[in-house]
């Protein structure tokens, strides 16, 4: 874990340069374990992440403002809100050697600490207020661990003092030969270090023994331990005067640890300007799409369901399409009550006869209380029915296909989506065609809707929509019947325009604005995706179906690489 005790000390020093005497104006329920706080602090709003998943703790401040990502917030978000929101923070502190963070707030309601326990497996965010829980976002109780019960107005325990780790400031080579002796056979020598000494990560204890003899992995029995105290020793003083030099390490692309000491056991350690900054390249910052993969799974989940029950129907209509079975039965038995309708008897209540010579007789039922001509004619009556159910099964058929093509482009909406508005409205249109439901009505989330995109180039203008709701403006609010129209081909997704002012427009134009259009489609991660090309005059909205959705003629076609307005 490289989340260790140094690191947290450097946030809490950066913290107290960057956030306390600052006023909490927000507070963010990002998921189910994260919260936020917005900090207004020396003339600049700052975002401050805080997450107790257990497989990833994490705390750290951003430059992007964080965006809520569940539908109903936790409790400790709703009492942050009423007890700290519009309060001071006041100090940030850290239980010597602990990988813990304590936020001091003072607001009109009291004074609180917010404290975030980052350890795996044992991660948590709770308020308190004194000594005392006043919520907490995973609640523990006795029967999962009766020594530390986390739950709302019960005492707050601090987690175990490492009492059988050694403290690494105050370590003497008696110490850390007497630890090396103790040590089991095998083992290597940065294994020993991290078990014996209190906040020493792995990372850090491999940095230690590399300096010493230049081999992060060497074993315990063959490394001198003179110069490893002095390596370590090292390693330490600057962590002691607390000069952190935060950094991140890069191989292959991607960041694969981070820091707040130099590391150069390892290639490619970076300085970052910040520790915050490190654990944002390495964590990514909770923001942009992947901000709402979390309020965005039950919709996916009634979309799942939406197109499970229509490829049924679907299937079922097709089914009932070819089999012609039910009905020559009808008509069949209607004939036969009246070829033996002088046979039958008065309280007759079913009558066997052959159709046809080779095939099995059929048994039809009677009402007695009919006639023969009567009960011929219900079943004349039932054929007919179902003659003309069966003649609008094609259409039933297709108007399916159009609700499962609707469908697929709100999945694409929903993918897309990168605010709470845009998955909002993904949302209401599951609801409308009843595709979601709820106990209560839903109401409209308020926040600004993002537009479609204006791509200029030349003086030429194109107009490039990313949802459903916006490629019903831009194909028949912004276009004319001259503009070219353009569509990825047989996938959901989006809808762009090109104004005709009058030139003619470039090939190359096209295309560029093709890719922006395949990007932002289903076809997305495809290497090359075909995209239809007509006037919009040639553009039909088909009746009854969902917003965005069409029909088109007269088309041609280029083939493009998907990029994002960003290469436009």
Not at 35 to 54: F, N, P, Q, W
Not at 73 to 91: A, D, F, K, M, N
Not at 413 to 433: G, I, K
Request: charged share 25%; proline share 5%; aromatic share 8%.
């Amino acid at each position: 874990m490289y989340f260790d005790t140094f690191t947290v000390a450097a946030l809490v020093d950066e913290w107290l340069d960057e956030l306390v005497g600052g006023r909490v104006q927000d507070v963010i329920d990002v998921d189910a374990h994260s919260v936020g706080l917005e900090i207004y602090a020396h003339r600049a709003r700052r975002y401050l992440y805080l997450s107790a998943e257990s497989a990833m703790p994490r705390v750290y401040l951003l430059r992007e403002k964080l965006r809520r990502g569940v539908t109903k917030p936790s409790q400790l978000g709703l009492l942050l809100r009423r007890l700290v929101e519009g309060g001071g923070l006041t100090h940030v502190s850290q239980p010597p050697l602990e990988r813990v963070l304590n936020l001091h707030f003072e607001s009109k309601a009291g004074a609180f600490t917010l404290v975030a326990e980052v350890m795996e497996r044992r991660a948590n965010l709770l308020l308190l207020e004194g000594d005392t829980i006043v919520e907490c976002i995973r609640r523990v109780g006795a029967d999962e661990n009766r020594y530390r019960v986390s739950l709302p107005n019960h005492p707050y325990t601090p987690p175990p003092a490492q009492d059988h780790k050694l403290n690494p400031f105050t370590l003497t080579s008696a110490q850390l030969e007497t630890a090396f002796a103790q040590a089991g056979e095998g083992r290597k020598a940065a294994q020993v270090l991290a078990a014996t000494l209190a906040g020493v990560s792995p990372l850090l204890a491999r940095e230690a023994v590399f300096r010493a003899c230049g081999d992060p992995k060497q074993p315990a029995h063959a490394l001198n331990l003179a110069t490893l105290y002095d390596a370590l020793q090292a390693v330490l003083e600057p962590l002691r005067q607390r000069a952190w030099q935060a950094g991140v390490v890069e191989a292959d692309g991607r960041v694969q640890a981070f820091s707040a000491y130099p590391v150069t056991h390892v290639d490619g350690w970076r300085a970052t300007e910040s520790m915050s900054a490190a654990l944002t390249a390495f964590y990514g910052a909770p923001t942009g799409a992947d901000a709402y993969n979390e309020i965005k799974k039950p919709v996916q989940a009634a979309i799942d369901e939406a197109r499970a029950k229509l490829n049924a129907k679907k299937a079922s209509l097709e089914a009932g399409l070819k089999d012609d079975s039910e009905r020559e039965r009808l008509q069949h038995s209607g004939e036969l009550i009246l070829a033996y309708q002088y046979t039958l008897k008065r309280g007759q209540t079913e009558l066997i006869a052959q159709y046809d010579p080779e095939g099995e007789p059929l048994t039809i039922a009677l009402d007695p209380a009919l006639t023969p001509l009567e009960n011929a004619q219900r079943y004349f009556d039932r054929y007919n029915r179902a003659k003309r159910a069966q003649q609008a099964v094609p259409q039933r058929i297709e108007q399916v296909q159009r609700d499962l093509d609707y469908v697929a482009q709100l999945e694409v909406d929903l993918q897309l989506a990168a605010s709470y508005p845009e998955v909002d409205d993904v949302l209401h249109a599951l609801y409308a065609r009843g595709w979601y439901r709820t106990a209560k009505p839903l109401r409209r989330m308020g926040g600004a809707r993002t537009g479609p995109l204006r791509l200029v180039k030349d003086g030429y203008v194109a107009w490039v929509g990313r949802s459903s709701q916006q490629n019903e403006q831009v194909t028949f609010k912004h276009a004319k019947p001259n503009d070219l129209w353009l569509h990825a081909r047989g996938v959901a997704g989006a809808h762009g325009v090109i104004r005709d002012d009058g030139r003619a427009i470039p090939s190359e134009l096209i295309e560029r604005v093709a890719a922006v259009v395949a990007y932002y489609s289903a076809a997305r991660s495809e290497a090359r995706v075909i995209v239809d090309v007509t006037r919009v005059k040639h553009v039909r909205k088909i009746k009854g179906a969902g917003a965005g959705m069409v029909t088109y003629r007269n088309e041609h076609t280029v083939t493009v690489a998907p990029q994002s307005e960003e290469d436009f």
